[in-house]
Each structure stands twice: as structure tokens, then as C-alpha cells.
């Protein structure tokens, strides 16, 4: 958009009063109040983004280089798409641009194996060569993208379940990380981020509700017990912490599942 | 139920194919607010995620939110009718309203609110749609977190 565009739309955006007041507070047990059954699963970087203005976090030791073996599990292929779009939000926090370009690779590879590689061919070569410049905003818009994009695409195909696999993929991918770099440098501020029951409730109940057909294999029932556990472990204390126990327990419960996709 | 994972995951996506063009129409307003707030010193990342749905004239929504301490977030509100006026406020997860900055612009059918997350957890975003237009409207949520 050009500039001279941008500003004319833009003109009249001030702070300002506004036609009509919110509600000072709302009570969120009201049954008529309209909650839109939909949320939006928080991208690692999000995340990381808090924890780096605590002070500077060592990124680069959550890069892992996996090897992918693929099968003829759909679920499995969409959960490793969620993990390895995840792995590249670490590789970009932490600079790598030969594991972001890695990733790219890694990025087409699985989408051809969903059959939405068409739809992401241009997002992945646009990671690969961001990466090759080290242009990590680009990097970093590139990754979403890739990532919604998918999800869209998925959902147009009406593989429902898949677009919830990828988004848990993901999220597991971004919650070990965020654990294993508290757990190294643990501290009570940072651990705060680790406050999910919410979202671990959530997911936890939308698992529960796929159809069977889509939880083939041994590593779907690992999914549950995890999930169950995060969710008494991701919630503060009355301080407002999650004590350094719990993180250890929580990096480990993640890492556990995240070796057991990988695993075939 | 397998509709209800995706759902949970992505609003736009639970919508028909047949009318995902109005959103992204909806959708690509409220980037197109947003894009002013993503340059500078302190720039706003914007997510490529969003929520969207329908509302009535005179109606408000809640949409759960997780949000993390110590960022910034901007959430940007659109209908496609220009005479739609919108409004959007945030809260916290004891139903109390957000102290924040409210964005108005050239037209009343974009609205935006930007705020700093005093704690971790979930917080609900409120989008209400005043009666300036007799029909429902098409809406689209996008935001970004700095």
C-alpha cells in the first residue's frame, strides 16, 4: 500500500471517547452472555517474546536437528507439521539460519505429504531465503503464514481434525521449549508463563471429541494422560508462580510426547 | 465434533467455503487498520490468525483470549458497513475491565483497543455492534502482540 494511502486511512485514528461505554465489569457467569465458541492457539514467539524482557534467554539449546520419518498416519504427519512449524519460531527467536532453512525444507516436506503443498510452496521459499539474509521479521511472517495458511487450506478440504492437530502440534512444540528454558534459568516471573489451565482444558476436551479415525495409534492415547497432567501442573500458586518442580515436571511431560511423534 | 477441534483453533475456518470471500474482505479492513501500528520504534507484530462471525445491531460477543504478562496487545475490529458502529474493550478473567487505549477511525465501522497484559491468563475481549445499521453484520478480530 502506498504511503500517501496508508496516512489518509490512518488520519483519524486517535486516542478517543468512544459512542458506547463498555461495562466497567461484566459477570462472566451470566448464562446470556454470547461467548463465541472459537479461540486463537498463541504462536511460541508470542511467548517468548514476554520472557526475553526478564533478560536475555539462551534459545539457541532448544534448535534440535530431528530426523523425520514419515508414515501413512495423517494425524501423525499433521501433529510433526504443528511441531516443525513450532521448531522454526525457536530457530528465529534463537538466530539459526541454517536450522530456519533447514526448517523451510522440512516445512514443504510435510505439507506435500497433507497434500497442501501448493498452498505453501511459496511461504516455505520465502522462509528459506529470509533465513539465507537473515531477515528474521520476515522469517518470523513467513512461519505464520505458512502456518495459517495450512490450517485454511485444511479446513477448506474439511479435514477438521487435522487443523486441530496441527494448532496442538504446535502449541506442545512451544510449550517445551518455553519449559525447558525455565527450567534451565527458572525464575518466578517467567514462570507465570506456564499459567494455561484454560488452554490445556481446552484442547484437552476438543482431543477427546475427534473421531476415533484420527487417533490411530499408540501415541494418541500418550496425548490424553499428558494433557490431563499439564493441566493440573499449568496453573499459579496462590503467589502467582508455578514452583520449579512443576516446571521440571511440565518440561518433561512435554518432551516425553514430543519424542513419542517423532518416534514411529 | 471433530468441527468443534477446528473451531476452537480458528473461527474462520468453521465458516462455509461459500462465504469465506466476505471474510477475508472483513478481514483484510482490520489489517489494513492495523498496518499503521506495525512500524516504528515499537512495532506490533500482527498474527495472521483471527476470529470472525456475525453479530446483530445492538449486540456484543465475548471472545476468550490467552494473553501473556508483560506484552502489549492491539486488537483491531471490523464490520464491512461503513454505518456499522463497533466498539471493543478488554477484560480480565474476574470480568473487570481493562484500563487501555481506545483507537477510532475514519469510519465508525473499525475500532481498536490496545492494553498490557497485567497478568498471564485468559482474558475476554468484548465486541459489541451499535443499532446505526438494521442488518447483522460480518465481523473479523485480528490482533497483535509486541
Not at chain 1, 127 to 156: F, H, P
Not at chain 1, 187 to 203: H, I, T
Not at chain 1, 241 to 260: F, P, Q, W
Not at chain 2, 85 to 107: C, H, I, N, P
Request: hydrophobic content about 45%; glycine content about 6%; proline content about 3%.
Amino acid at each position: 500500500m502506498k504511503r500517501s494511502l496508508l496516512s489518509a486511512f490512518v488520519l483519524a485514528a486517535a486516542t478517543a471517547a468512544y459512542a458506547q461505554e463498555a461495562p466497567a465489569r461484566i459477570d462472566l457467569n451470566d448464562p446470556n452472555l454470547m461467548v463465541v465458541d472459537s479461540s486463537v492457539i498463541p504462536i511460541p514467539l508470542e511467548i517468548f517474546s514476554s520472557l526475553d524482557k526478564l533478560g536475555t534467554q539462551d534459545w539457541s539449546r532448544q534448535v534440535e536437528s530431528r530426523e523425520i520419518r514419515l508414515d501413512a498416519n495423517r494425524s501423525r504427519t499433521a501433529m510433526l507439521f504443528g511441531l516443525v512449524v513450532s521448531d522454526g519460531f525457536i530457530a528465529v527467536q534463537a538466530q539459526d539460519k541454517e536450522a530456519v532453512r533447514r526448517i523451510g525444507r522440512e516445512v514443504l516436506r510435510l505439507a506435500t505429504s497433507l497434500g497442501v503443498a501448493n498452498s505453501v510452496e511459496q511461504h516455505a521459499n520465502a522462509i528459506v531465503n529470509a533465513a539465507g539474509q537473515g531477515d528474521w521479521s520476515i522469517c518470523r511472517k513467513e512461519l505464520d503464514k505458512t502456518r495459517q495458511t495450512v490450517l485454511n487450506k485444511m479446513a477448506e478440504l474439511r479435514d477438521d481434525e487435522l487443523v486441530g492437530l496441527v494448532s496442538l502440534g504446535g502449541w506442545l512444540g512451544g510449550t517445551q521449549a518455553l519449559a525447558a528454558v525455565l527450567k534451565q534459568n527458572y525464575s518466578v516471573e517467567g514462570s507465570d508463563l506456564l499459567n494455561q489451565p484454560e488452554l490445556v482444558k481446552q484442547l484437552k476436551s476438543d482431543f477427546s471429541t475427534l473421531p476415533d479415525r484420527a487417533k490411530r495409534g499408540k501415541v494418541f492415547g500418550q496425548i490424553s494422560q499428558t494433557l490431563d497432567h499439564l493441566e493440573s501442573l499449568m496453573r499459579t500458586d496462590a503467589s502467582g508462580a508455578i514452583s520449579k518442580g512443576k516446571v521440571i515436571e511440565i518440561s518433561l511431560s512435554t518432551a516425553n510426547l514430543v519424542d513419542a511423534i517423532y518416534e514411529i | 465434533m471433530a468441527a468443534a477441534f477446528g473451531g476452537w483453533l480458528c473461527a474462520q475456518e468453521a465458516a462455509p467455503p461459500a462465504e469465506a470471500p466476505v471474510l477475508d474482505e472483513v478481514k483484510l479492513i482490520a489489517q489494513r487498520a492495523a498496518l499503521a501500528h506495525l512500524g516504528g520504534e515499537k512495532p506490533f507484530i500482527l498474527r495472521e490468525s483471527s476470529w470472525s462471525g456475525e453479530i446483530e445491531p445492538g449486540m456484543a460477543k465475548l471472545i476468550q483470549v490467552q494473553l501473556f504478562k508483560r506484552n502489549d496487545y492491539h486488537f483491531w475490529l471490523a464490520v464491512p458497513d461503513r454505518r456499522g458502529e463497533v466498539d471493543v474493550a478488554l477484560y480480565d478473567g474476574k470480568g473487570e475491565r481493562v484500563e487501555g487505549t481506545r483507537f477510532q477511525y475514519e469510519s465508525p465501522n473499525i475500532a481498536s483497543f490496545a492494553a498490557s497484559a497485567e497478568e498471564t491468563g485468559l482474558y475476554y475481549l468484548r465486541i459489541s455492534l451499535l443499532d446505526t445499521v438494521e442488518k447483522p453484520q460480518r465481523w473479523t478480530v485480528v490482533y497483535a502482540y509486541r
